[in-house]
DNA sequence: CTGACCCTGAGG
DNA sequence: CCTCAGGGTCAG
């Protein structure tokens, strides 16, 4: 559910309030978030404690905190391995680049919670908790120096937590919104930049699509390919460029495999500015707070309800395993 | 490129 | 009780 504006929300909240913090403290609630760490909680343990976020990066729908060598209590400086060459110092005032970045995906259910001091509710038994209790899934918590927490919440645990090292951007460029470089996470290194990323080469992509026979909805979903859509925001992309989710990306011309981008990225952004789209209380931003987006969504979940173009009935079927949504007056076929 | 899998909770 | 929802990954 978290697509890229959800996961943008998400990463200027944490941005805001986390960077320059130590992270002294690690908490693991189910280890099941940890699936992707390698050398599990041990591991993602020597990484983070000690480690001072110096920046929050996101690309696409993936997240992740750049960690600098921070102070600990006691003044010493916590250490992190340094792969020779890859970093010199990034960093600000207290530490070079530990050369590695904490990476977190949001996957269907995923929410990243910040939690200050006083809002830190008495500790309830594990995860266990009534259902109103927000963090009723946490699964992973980071403590802040200043007693503030990083939560991972994830209902349905298909995000998750760990660590990847850093590596050059094979183009150079800043390796995505809020990076101070051109280092990416191993792990975010096969996704494709997004539609609102300043350095992406929309012609190309489009170049790029028009050269696959696959449907044009799954190249919108392939993240090799531009990466932060999902299945709502193909659909009201493939909406607002009226183009038919099924046609052929060889059956596009330049012209509206271009304008489908655009048009896409146009979504996205409207959808940013009011905080993304929620229908419920799964996702939400830092604070717990809902998007308006959901309101101004014209085919996503709208099945039986009136185009907003044409007024024709908006269909619903299933497409490569999930749904898709579509008015058939005026989102023709190539 | 399709489909299974990872999961849980809502809804039929 | 069964099915469905869906992002990403990986086997086939």
């Given at each position: 559910m978290p697509e890229l504006p959800e996961v943008e929300v998400v990463r200027r909240g944490l941005a805001e309030r986390s960077v320059g913090r130590t992270i002294t403290g690690l908490e693991v609630l189910d280890a099941r978030s940890l699936r992707r760490q390698s050398g599990g909680e041990g591991r993602l343990r020597a990484v983070l404690l000690g480690a001072r976020i110096s920046a929050v990066v996101r690309r696409g729908k993936f997240l992740w905190l750049r960690l600098a060598d921070g102070t600990t209590a006691d003044g010493t400086t916590a250490d992190g391995p340094t792969p020779d060459g890859a970093v010199s110092d990034g960093g600000g005032p207290d530490g070079a680049e530990t050369g590695e970045a904490l990476m977190a995906h949001l996957g269907m259910s995923g929410q990243l919670r910040l939690t200050t001091g006083e809002s830190l509710?008495?500790?309830?038994?594990?995860?266990?908790?009534?259902?109103?209790?927000?963090?009723?899934?946490?699964r992973v918590s980071l403590s802040l120096e200043d007693g503030s927490r990083i939560d991972l919440v994830d209902q349905r645990l298909f995000g998750g937590l760990w660590a990847s090292p850093l590596v050059p951007a094979p183009d150079g460029l800043p390796a995505g919104e809020g990076s101070p470089d051109a280092l990416l996470p191993e792990a975010a290194a096969h996704v494709a930049r997004d539609l609102l990323d300043p350095a992406i080469d929309l012609p190309e992509v489009a170049r790029r699509m028009r050269a696959r026979r696959a449907p044009v909805k799954a190249l919108l979903l392939d993240q090799a390919l531009v990466s932060g859509i999902g299945n709502i925001y193909a659909d009201e992309g493939l909406w607002a460029a009226r183009v038919r989710d099924d046609t052929p990306g060889t059956a596009l011309s330049q012209r509206t495999a271009h304008a489908l981008l655009r048009e896409t990225a146009a979504v996205m952004r409207r959808a940013l500015a009011v905080g993304g789209t929620s229908f419920d209380a799964l996702y939400v931003n830092v604070d717990g707070r809902s998007g308006y987006f959901a309101r101004s969504l014209a085919a996503y979940g709208k099945e039986g309800e009136p185009c907003p173009r044409c007024g024709t009935a908006i269909r619903r079927r299933a497409f490569a395993g999930r749904s898709s949504h579509f008015c058939p007056r005026c989102q023709r076929a190539r």
């Open positions: 509710t008495p500790a309830r038994g594990a995860s266990e908790g009534p259902a109103s209790d927000p963090l009723r899934h946490r």
